[in-house]
């Protein structure tokens, strides 16, 4: 919380920031998302991931 990482997106998380921030990935830069820990099935495995949650960050929303 609070800290500047990097996020390599896979199709799943790419998909959810369009929704909120549209399908141009350079408007994306400097926005704020939520991400979460949570699980998914990869070739019959249950594997740890990380995933944006849907819908934008309340202090991004108040913001506009």
Do not use: H
């Amino acid at each position: 919380k609070g800290k500047t990482k990097k996020l390599a997106l896979n199709k799943t998380n790419g998909k959810t920031i369009a929704t909120m921030y549209g399908n141009q990935c350079e408007d994306w830069v400097g926005k704020r998302i939520t991400m979460f820990p949570t699980t998914t099935d990869v070739g019959g495995e249950t594997k740890e991931c990380i995933r944006v949650r849907p819908g934008i960050p309340k202090a991004e929303a108040e913001s506009k």
